[in-house]
């Protein structure tokens, strides 16, 4: 085994979908790349598609952070497997039980989309550090400003100039040869619109996930200015509030409900927790403004939309050796595996501790 | 027939140009008092990592081109330190990318937790 290359994210997808017919279904995502490249997400869950609540998963948007997807498929393998739901699962010390895999399963419903963007993989993968998709029609000829950073191209605060305060340091660009060119209008891109489409497709669209590296962290909403639960006219669509967002520690801080707060809390302490026990890797917690002020993002944007977004950023460099990239899928999967537990925990079962890292299924049988 | 010829001669250069590796891509560590690094981020929008903030000190990791990176210890007041070299790193793993597709007749891999059980029993 060894990194995919393009071609085989794209059948090995097929192939798990054709294997778990009854369980899954491939979906073929409404529009090609600029390469002329078919995408494709799987959905899987028990009963009918969009009847329970879905917690969904992207990978790929930026082409060199190559082991997205390889942790998104072994996401989708280890769950569709019939002898995870009696067996259970277990990555180094982390051991989830066959019930806790199988009540996860009849809790929710999944949609994993694991390469957004694959002409930047095959580009990235022919040795080049690229972000950005590879549409060329915004680069007049010249090589380096051929591209949009997908997750810069999401409808949410898109005109950074307009909604954000002046020199803001907004990690967006509207320069065509910067890596986070944001493109020439919200959803301009064919890959970005791939995952509206899924959103309007899945309604029920409760959790998101966007799967990025390299810096061994979980990222919440917000990213574009400090959070608060008390003014909710300080919102992301208030025009009035224009101008004033991306400053620390000023007037302005984005509102956030209280209990999506506590949620959003509980969900990236239930994923470090579980990934830790794997092997001790330690990640953080941030907001994506701690991070770094940013607009245009796929979890905020999902956030808008009233899906709890996440973004993790797996790893401490983008591409590890292939050794060391399979210990990072076990860390994240079951990183994800405990935050979807702790998603599907009805509230009045949650407690400070969390239900989902109960002490008896941490240790190996 | 030469405007023909001369179109076929610019698609031929730009696919060239479209296919070539680009410019060399240095992960770079810049430190600074917000200000400065926030000065640095509008001059160079790019996305920041592994952001950490210790007193009035804020570093974020940024991929920079090797032109970039080599200007900035003069400008903006940040101190600017190469991690790696994320071309010479990103060449390197092509070689654990394949060049075939092995699951055209079908199969996947095989997931890792399932396989990390079946190891232990």
Redesign the interface.
């Known amino acids: ?5 393009v ?2 994210v794209e ?2 997808l097929g ?2 979908a054709a ?1 778990y017919l009854n369980e899954s279904r491939l979906i073929r995502l409404p529009e090609s790349t600029c390469e002329g490249r078919v995408c494709h997400a799987v959905w899987f869950g028990q009963g009918q598609p969009g009847t329970k609540d879905v917690f969904m998963i992207i990978g790929g948007v930026h082409g ?1 952070e ?1 082991g997205s997807c ?1 942790i998104a ?2 996401f989708i ?2 769950l569709l ?1 019939p ?2 739901s009696t ?6 010390q982390k051991l ?1 039980s066959g019930p806790d895999i199988a009540n996860l399963r009849s809790a929710v419903e999944f949609v994993v989309f694991p390469l957004v963007n694959p002409d930047g993989r095959k580009h ?8 950005k998709n ?1 549409n ?1 029609t915004y680069s007049k ?1 010249f ?2 400003r ?1 591209g949009v950073d997908i997750n810069r191209n999401f409808d949410f605060l898109f005109d950074f100039d307009t909604t954000l305060v002046p ?7 509207d ?1 065509t040869s ?3 060119y944001h493109g020439p209008s919200p959803f301009s891109e064919p890959e970005t619109r791939n995952v509206r489409s899924l959103l309007d497709q899945f309604p029920s669209t409760r959790w998101f996930v966007d799967l990025h590296s ?4 979980v990222l919440h909403v917000w990213g574009d200015d400090q959070m608060q639960t008390v003014d909710s006219t300080m919102r992301f669509d208030v025009p009035a509030c224009n101008g004033k967002r991306g400053k ?1 520690d000023d007037d302005y801080s984005e509102y956030i409900d209280p209990g999506d707060l506590k949620q959003v809390d509980l969900l990236a302490q239930a994923f470090t927790d579980n990934l830790h026990v794997v092997r001790g890797e330690t990640y953080g917690i ?1 907001s994506g403004f ?5 607009c245009g993002a796929s979890h905020d944007y999902a956030y808008s939309r009233g899906a709890l977004g996440f973004a993790v ?1 797996w790893g401490h ?3 590890p ?2 050794t060391e990239m ?1 210990c990072v ?2 860390d994240v ?2 990183g994800l595996i405990g935050m979807s537990i702790a998603a599907s925990t009805p509230v009045h079962q949650q407690n400070e501790n969390g239900v989902w890292a109960d002490a008896s299924s941490t240790e ?1 049988a | 027939m030469l405007r023909d010829a001369r179109r076929w001669l610019l698609n031929r250069i730009h696919r060239t140009l479209r296919s070539l590796p680009g410019e060399k891509i240095l992960l770079v560590r810049v430190t600074g008092s917000d200000d400065a690094v926030r000065a640095f981020l509008v001059a160079h929008p790019v996305e920041p990592q592994n952001t950490k903030r210790e007193g009035r000190q804020l570093s974020i990791d940024v991929l920079l081109t090797a032109k970039v990176s080599a200007s900035l210890s003069s400008r903006f007041g940040v101190q600017a330190t190469q991690l790696f070299d994320v071309s010479a790193l990103i060449r390197e793993r092509t070689k654990e990318v394949s060049s075939i597709n092995r699951y055209a007749k079908g199969g996947f891999p095989p997931g890792l937790g399932v396989q990390a059980r079946r190891e232990t029993q």
Do not use: H
């Open positions: 085994m060894s990194y995919l290359n071609d085989e059948t090995v192939n798990l294997q060199l190559w390889e498929l072994n393998t280890d497997d002898s995870a067996n259970g699962l277990q990555y180094g989830f990235s993968q022919g040795g080049s550090a690229w972000r590879r060329d000829g090589p380096n051929i020199q803001s340091g907004v990690s967006a660009s320069d910067e890596g986070t390299c810096s061994g962290n620390r941030q701690d991070y770094g002020l940013s950023e460099v983008f591409q050796d292939w399979q899928i076990k999967t079951a190996p």
